[in-house]
């Protein structure tokens, strides 16, 4: 048995707009383009790497435009795509998610010869190499938006054929953080369909989630927002046929993206000068900048300033943080170019804690309640569920929020103490 080499991408999104940058784009010039393009570039890296590559076929599981936006631009710009990669002697696997569903698709498109898209049942096309066949690819598409159906329990291997076996699909596997479950199903029931690999889709985190059989979403291409940061790309994928039978699966992750998202730290502990508090970011975003990787043309940054410093209330004015984030443009000349989408101030007052803790008056006893729940994780879950129960169990709100994890609890502890600070400390 041969070998079977492949590149795994998932989630383009082509044309789709970046989230919480409608100011910054409506600025024009090169950051305006360079968002707007951001996902055809990473489409374009990526059918240039196949290019380069020649692997036997590229999967492209799901999600590849978004069906709201109706992008006849994106539709296209993938055909050409393909094109270029018959060109090159690789096939395309094309299998359709919830964003771009079979109903959403242009009819009038004509997809090159070396295309197959998956339709709404499960599909098993061959690949051959020196006239045998060397794979079995097995797919299914979305036919609508809300696929609700357990699509993995519909594969089956293709026993007449002894051969690598790859299935693709768009889904969600329990236990993937996903507020959108589509075509949910369990990792049992990816493993007991007895193919050899899996390429999925929906995800936009890579993860492996099991090596044999091999499980895998390759994350998306282009991170589409400041909750999806560093690199994203795809997974070029080698399938090695063993001694006993079966295959083991080698992975590498081949970075795609133009534009990179990070959430950059700086530390303002006992700084009482604003221009200190520039140094320190500017140091922060250029140290950012030199960890990205090779191919990143835009660092997108969310500041995070954190510390107690007698600032606090100056760094809270939005007017302020926009002087600040325009006396720090000088760093979108660099390569990377580097720009603050916003500010998160979780800063505090420069208090001297430890004497706040002896006073014998209503904060200082509001400081001691909050330095054992901060000790105690069960006593701050008991003051904190019934505060928050009714936002995280309003029928509405329930269905989109998560109940808060203990290192969100934390920084909620924080984040009332420092108001308590400031509303019972008379300045």
């Known amino acids: 048995m041969d070998g079977i080499r492949y590149i795994h991408a998932a989630d383009l999104h082509l044309d789709t707009p970046f989230q919480g ?19 055809f570039r990473a489409m ?27 992008s006849v631009k994106a539709q ?64 299914i598409s979305h036919a609508r938006i809300k696929e609700g159906r357990n699509l993995a329990r519909l594969f089956r291997r293709d026993q007449g054929n002894d051969c690598f076996q790859l299935g693709v699909l768009h889904c969600t596997v329990e236990g993937q953080s996903k507020a959108d479950r589509y075509a949910p199903c369990a990792l049992e029931d990816l493993k007991s369909t007895g193919l050899d690999a899996w390429a999925l889709g929906h995800v936009h985190e890579r ?73 320190r970011i500017t140091r922060a975003l250029e140290a950012a900048a030199e960890a990205t990787d090779p191919g990143c043309e835009a660092l997108m940054a969310r500041v995070a300033l954190h510390g107690r410093t007698p600032l606090d209330a100056d ?15 000088h760093l979108q000349t660099g390569t990377p170019s580097v720009w603050i989408k916003d500010m998160a101030v979780e800063t505090g007052n420069a208090i001297d804690r430890h004497q706040y803790l002896q006073r014998e008056d209503l904060l ?44 969100r609890m934390r920084a909620l502890l924080e984040e009332a103490e420092r108001l308590c600070a400031d509303l019972l400390e008379a300045r």
Request: with cysteine.
């Open 44 to 70: 374009d890296r990526l059918f240039r790497l196949c290019e380069t590559d020649r692997p036997d076929f590229l999967v492209l599981a799901g999600d590849v435009y978004n069906e709201e936006n109706h």
């Open 364 to 407: 200082g006893e509001t400081l001691r309640l909050a330095q054992r729940m901060e000790q105690d994780g069960d006593a701050l879950h008991a003051v904190a569920a019934p505060a928050l129960k009714p936002v995280y169990e309003h029928s509405q709100l329930r269905h989109i929020l998560a109940h808060p994890d203990d290192e």
């Open 207 to 279: 993860a492996t989630l099991c090596d044999a059989p091999f499980i895998a979403y390759s994350g998306n291409t282009q991170g589409l927002h400041v909750n999806e940061p560093g690199p994203r790309g795809c997974l070029r994928v080698t399938a090695t046929p063993q001694p006993g039978g079966g295959y083991a699966c080698r992975e590498e992750f081949v970075r795609l993206s133009p534009v990179q998202w990070a959430r950059v730290p700086v530390d303002l502990d006992g700084v009482a000068h604003l221009n200190e508090v520039e140094n």
């Open 76 to 139: 296209l710009k993938l055909c050409d795509g393909c094109r270029r990669l018959r060109d090159a002697g690789v096939r395309v696997f094309l299998a359709h998610g919830n964003h771009d569903p079979l109903s959403s698709r242009l009819t009038a498109v004509q997809w090159p010869d070396n295309v197959t898209v998956f339709g709404p049942e499960v599909e098993s096309h061959t690949l051959e190499k020196d006239g045998r066949v060397a794979a079995v690819i097995h797919g």
């Open 315 to 329: 760094l809270r004015v939005t007017a302020n943080q926009e002087d600040l984030t325009e006396r720090l443009a």
């Open 21 to 39: 940058l409608s100011r910054m784009a409506s600025q024009g010039g090169h950051l305006a383009r360079l968002l707007q393009e951001a996902t």
